[in-house]
T-cell receptor, first 110, second 115 residues
Framework: GQQLNQSPQSMFIQEGEDVSMNCTSS?????WLWYKQDPGEGPVLLIA?????ELTSNGRLTAQFGITRKDSFLNISASIPSDVGIYFC??????????FGPGTRLSVLP | DGGITQSPKYLFRKEGQNVTLSCEQN?????MYWYRQDPGQGLRLIYY???????QKGDIAEGYSVSREKKESFPLTVTSAQKNPTAFYLC??????????????FGSGTRLTVV
């Protein structure tokens, strides 16, 4: 099946730092989503992107739909302890289910 | 409040037993999904249903079964044929299935452990 790659796999940052992560694919997608999963809970939708080049913000989070339509990026500014969790990207093409990446595990050190 | 409810939160199964995980949604969503998540891994699709009385296998359907008798409900049975059932199971729903790019709403998950 289709594969999404997420980078980095995991990251440890200091509280207050900015975070960048990305999601890449060998296939073109028409929609990109970013989810966050807290430990022991289900993923929660953070940002949805529907157009190549689109840049969308949700509070301290900013995501971009890559121009090639094969990638997407998520940035978190001024990280806080509650940002800890796993961040998943998901891509969609017409006629298919969403494909999920393996996730980036974020740890925030006080 | 509308949402998607999974129960139980924790489930223990003996070897050779079948167990059923419940998933109920009151979002009036047409499509429902079951995913399996193993430690440090992403989400793998088990089964999905785009309409009542119809469902399709996902990437790892072996050892699992589902039913979709009502729009609101999509229970998952983990059968004794599933060799390694210990995992975190997530149910999700969306307004439309493969025909739409609407995001999925996830439940809070069921952690199944074989003892």
């Amino acid at each position: 099946g289709q594969q999404l790659n997420q980078s980095p796999q995991s990251m440890f940052i200091q509280e207050g730092e900015d975070v960048s992560m990305n999601c890449t694919s060998s296939s073109i997608f028409n929609t990109w989503l970013w989810y966050k999963q807290d430990p022991g809970e289900g993923p929660v939708l953070l940002i949805a992107l529907y157009k190549a080049g689109e840049l969308t913000s949700n509070g301290r989070l900013t995501a971009q739909f890559g121009i090639t339509r094969k990638d997407s990026f998520l940035n978190i500014s001024a990280s806080i302890p509650s940002d800890v969790g796993i961040y998943f990207c998901a891509g969609h093409r017409e006629g298919q289910n969403f494909v999920f990446g393996p996730g980036t595990r974020l740890s925030v050190l006080p | 409040d509308g949402g998607i409810t999974q129960s139980p939160k924790y489930l223990f199964r003996k070897e050779g037993q079948n167990v059923t995980l419940s998933c109920e949604q009151n979002l009036n969503h047409d499509a429902m999904y079951w995913y399996r998540q193993d430690p440090g891994q992403g989400l793998r699709l088990i089964y999905y249903s785009q309409i009542v009385n119809d469902f399709q296998k996902g990437d790892i359907a072996e050892g699992y079964s589902v039913s979709r008798e009502k729009k609101e409900s999509f229970p998952l049975t983990v059968t004794s044929a599933q060799k390694n059932p210990t995992a975190f199971y997530l149910c999700a729903s969306s307004i439309a299935g493969v025909s739409g790019s609407y995001g999925y709403t996830f439940g809070s998950g069921t952690r199944l452990t074989v003892v």
